[in-house]
């Protein structure tokens, strides 16, 4: 054989293998020698084309045909069998060479594992079989390496993987994404006595469970952990099928318990019940039997009111249960065989319930007992008290009574009278008897004998003590003198008060009634003090004196005018007088001041006076109307107390409507109170701001509404005044219809008249009404006084009554006395004025007047050297002397423009030696000698409001405006000292006093400030300001002055005033607003040598006395 063969033998070997060298050796006898070529590798899922791998040598046409192995030909392509393995194809060319070819084939390209669920938090690695490499890796639903490891996105979308080898063959697998591997526990705290399971979720299933660290056990599969009495905290693990893990922890507390685990308690008392470990939160239940409550949530238990033995259970919320005993008793009790004895009687304390033995013991009081047997005895009196002690430290305590011997008390008591019979000692109850003598007896209600002498009565108490005693039969009480003494120089009069037979006394200023009596016993008074508790007048007063025995009440009353030096003015220049009412000739007259009710007799002397602001019976606060009936009792409307007051025409305090008076709008109540009428038959009419009018009968019983809000015929609006005349008509003061309408007895209406308007017969302003003995109308408003007829027909006018000197009167209510003569009360001015048929005026009561040592408006006052009192009077025209014991001097001074004539002088300043300078309404300033003779008349061109010297006898004033002007005495020569404007609290008005020290400092009351200036005009501090507190002014000053020591005196308009120390500093109040209210509306301010200080009121037309320190003086 040639070489050629033998070389391609070899080579087919080589390429082909051993496998195929049976086929080829039996191939060598029927075909020439051929050389065996590598083909491409195929997979068993792919076709090849052979035409590309034909030699470039042979000739076409070209066949192929398998040699060997599992694939078929079509032509030129060759497809591979099922059968993975070498396919040799051998290729004919035209010339019929052949040559051979080896075609790899290869299994189906695959992917392994074949895992197919995954979890978001694990990653795991493919790997391709078979195809054809290299391979490519690709996916969906999260990332993989070139190597093959895919990670999911973290989504739980469903994700693939897919391997494509060289020929494009690929294979994808589709792989479930599961959520992380997790766990749950049923519970997550248990007690040592429960188990748990752990439940793995998540990852890949399944799963197995473990321990890893903390006591117990746990199912490898079921997951059920036990904890075999341990507690803490166990860490428990799930495992996944892909080796993932996750580990919870699990809380093991104690076994449930309840606390306390039993208990004893007393019945009805409470208690609380909690509990340890189990697993909150726990619920707490009475057992089945149990009379107690617990609370469901909290644990709180109240025991029942009777034995019992309760059982308390506990629950927590994995249903564990604990239970507690509870038994329940009744406190020890304690019992005595008397509850009260003399001393050195035994008495034995008897225990009860509780909890025996007992022990018993003294708490208070003294004596001795037994501590086992409870025999107790004491030899004093007194209050004792025993304790009982039981085995379970429950005590109770009782208290006894030991008595003195018993002993009566003897007492008088008036002839007629009832007294009560008083004991010390004994064994209660006590009770009463006759022994020997006169009376009668019920319990311990002595009633004495028509006579005078002696009762003997036994006590016997419950122990059948007795004891003696006498009850001395006297006359009822009496005075033998009862009188106030003047002079009256301070707040505390002197009084002589003597009487018999009394055992205590009362004494009262202006209210003549025991109600809200303080009774005293001891000596009778020789003083009484008379400062009311808002303000002191110089007025009329009554003062009213009791003595008390039982019930037996002896009275006396005395009346006088405090009637001292100081307050300087008229004794009625405080007088307010707002109603005033006519029975015969007296005057029954309402002062609104005071406040109180004065009795005038027709001369207008005061007879007596009653009532003070108060709320007890015979007090006033105020008074709204006025009434009298036949018998001449007085009926008083006491408005904010909501009651009508009833007086004897003595001033006695009789009864009040209704009873008990409250602020209501039901029948017999009152709202607002308007005025009080009387008819003839005692009947009381009220009317009140329910636009009504409320009947009464004559004992204070309600018996009819008349008439209603509205403006119909019988309706009304704000009545203001009512009166009824014989017949029993009332007349109404319709003011809100301006109006007068006459309503029959029944409440029918009758008629009307009147209308809004100043004319004739027209009304603006209803105030009063009278019916006089022919039936006419008088008619008062604000336009002045009208008279009607009967039927109302319009018949006069008096529009302006005038006193004797001229004055307006201003008139707040009127009457017609039993003379006819017409009565006016003048709150304004006057006071009271009597007026003729031809309204002739005669005063009777003078509120203000040109006599000597009484004022009409007062401004500006001084104190000279000599410490006199210089005192300027605007509406009187002059100005008046007054020595410093309040003595009248002298008055200069009239009405006029010429020399030594005044037009309104308002301020006043005085010389050492004497002279004094007086500024007026005339735009000048008048000097006068010390003996009030006209010296010079000083142009200003200007009115001078307030007028101080300096020590060289310069003589400043204030005036509208800032500035402070200087006068200079002897040249006449007006220049300008200074101006307060700029400076602090300066205000905004003008200057209204001025003052200089002995430094030649100046201090002007300027605003709501007292500023103070140096001797050239500078401003140094100010005081004051405004407000309501201590130091302070709520309106605008009306004056300042300075003392010799330094303190500064200061009063607003409104009546406050204060005292400031030398530096500014607040010291005292001399005056208040309100209660405290001293001075009404000061004008001006003066100090004496002596510092005391004296302040004019414009208002009440007084000047008042203080002491340094701001405390009112009366001499």
Known sequence: ??????????????????????????????????????????????????????????????????????????????????????VLVKITDGDGTETFIKIPVTASLDISPKQLTLSTNSSYTYTANHGVPPYTFSATGGTITTGGVFTPDGSLNPATVTITDSLANSVSINITVNPALSSSLNHGVIAANNSATLTGSGGVPGYSYSLVSGPGSIGASTGTYTSAGGTGTVTLRVTDSLGNTFDRTLTVNPVLAASPASARLLTSTLSSFSATGGVPPYTYTMGVGSTGTISLMTGSYTAPNTA??????????????????????????????????????????????????????????????????????????????????????????????????????????????????????????????????????????????????????????SDGNVADTIATITPPPSFTSFSVNSPFTSANVSVTMVGANYDSWCLRLNVNSTDGCTWQTGPLPTSLDITRPQKLYKDPKSYYAFLKRGNSIAAASDHKIFNSKFPLGSPWAAFDPKYVFAHGTDLWVYDAATPSVRKF??????????????????????????????????????????????????????????ATPVGSTENGYFNDMREVAVDSAGNVYVADGRHIIQKFNSVGEWQANIGSSGTGDGQFINIEDIKIDSAGNIFVADTGNHRVQKIGPSGTFL???????????????????????????????????????????????????????????????????????????????????????????????????????????????????????????????????????????????????????????????????GSFFVADNGNRIQKFDAAGNWQRTYPIGMKATALALDSAGQLYFTSTGSKIRRLNPDTGVVTEAFDT??????????????????????????????????????????????????????????????????????????????????????????????????????????VDSAGNIYISDSTRNQVLKFSPAGVQLFD
């Open 751 to 913: 008629m009307k008249f009147g209308s809004n308007g100043t004319g004739n017969g027209q009304f603006s302003g209803l105030k009063d009404l009278f019916l006089d003995s022919s039936g006419d109308i008088l008619v008062l408003d604000e336009s002045g006084l009208q008279r009607f007829s009967s039927t109302g027909t319009w018949l006069s006018k008096q529009v302006l009554l005038t006193s004797p000197t001229s004055f307006p009167v201003y008139v707040s209510s009127f009457t017609i006395d039993s003379e006819g003569t017409l009565v006016v009360a003048d709150s304004n001015l006057m006071g009271i004025v009597k007026f003729d048929g031809a309204l002739n005026p005669t005063p009777l009561v003078r509120r203000i007047s040109n006599d000597d040592g009484h004022f009409y408006i007062l401004q500006k006052i001084s104190v000279d050297a000599s410490q006199n009192i210089w005192v300027a009077e605007s509406h009187n025209h002059r100005i008046q002397q007054f020595d410093n014991n309040g003595d009248f001097l002298m008055k200069v001074g009239s009405n006029g423009t010429g020399d030594g004539q005044f037009q309104y002088p308002g301020a006043i300043a005085v010389t050492n030696d």
């Open 1 to 86: 054989m040639s070489l050629r063969f033998w070389v391609s033998l070899i080579s087919l070997m080589l390429i082909t293998g051993c496998g195929v060298t049976a086929n080829i050796a039996s191939l060598l006898g029927k075909t020439p020698l051929a050389t065996v070529s590598p083909g491409p590798t195929v997979s068993v899922d792919n076709t090849l084309d052979l035409s590309a791998l034909t030699p470039a040598t042979g000739k076409s046409p070209f066949t192929f045909e398998v040699v060997n192995g599992d694939a078929t030909i079509s032509g030129s392509t060759l497809t591979p069998g099922t059968t993975p393995g070498d």
């Open 981 to 1086: 404007a700029g400076t602090p609290d300066s205000g905004f008005f003008s200057p209204a006093g001025i003052s200089i020290d002995s430094s030649n400092n100046f201090y002007i009351a300027s605003d709501y400030h007292v500023l103070k200036f140096s001797p050239t005009g500078t401003f140094l501090f100010s005081s004051g300001g405004w407000g309501s507190t201590s130091g302070k002014f709520s309106q605008v000053l009306g004056d300042a002055a300075v003392s010799p020591n330094g303190d500064i005196i200061a009063a607003d308009q409104g009546g406050v005033a204060h005292i400031f120390s030398s530096t500014g500093a607040f010291k005292a109040t001399i005056s208040s607003s309100g209660l405290g209210r001293k001075v009404n509306s000061p004008r001006g301010i003066a």
């Open 601 to 658: 007799d027709k001369h207008g002397n005061v007879l007596f006076t009653i009532g003070e602001f108060g709320s007890f019976k015979g007090m006033i606060n105020p008074l709204k109307g006025l009434a009298s009936d036949s018998a001449g009792n007085l009926y008083v409307g006491d408005n904010v107390n909501r009651r009508v007051q009833k007086f004897s025409p003595t001033g006695a305090w009789l009864m009040q409507i209704p």
């Open 308 to 461: 019992s033995a309760d059982t308390v259970i506990i629950t927590d919320s994995l249903g564990n249960t604990a239970t507690s005993l509870v038994d329940v008793v009744t406190s020890v009790s304690l019992a005595v065989n008397r509850s009260s004895m003399p001393p050195g009687v035994a008495v034995t304390f008897t225990a009860s319930n509780g909890f025996p033995p007992y022990t018993y013991s003294i708490v208070s009081g003294g004596g001795s007992i037994d501590a086992i047997s409870g025999v107790y005895s004491a030899s004093t009196s007194g209050s004792k008290t025993i304790a009982v002690t039981d085995s379970l430290s429950m005590t109770s305590q009782m208290t006894i009574t030991v008595y003195e011997p018993l002993a009566g008390n003897a007492f008088a008591v008036g002839i007629g009278d009832t007294a009560t019979v008083t004991y010390t000692g004994g064994v209660p109850p006590v009770s009463a008897s006759i022994l020997s003598g006169a009376g009668s007896v019920s319990g311990l209600t002595f009633t004495a004998p028509g006579t005078a002498g002696t009762t003997t009565l036994r006590l016997t108490d």
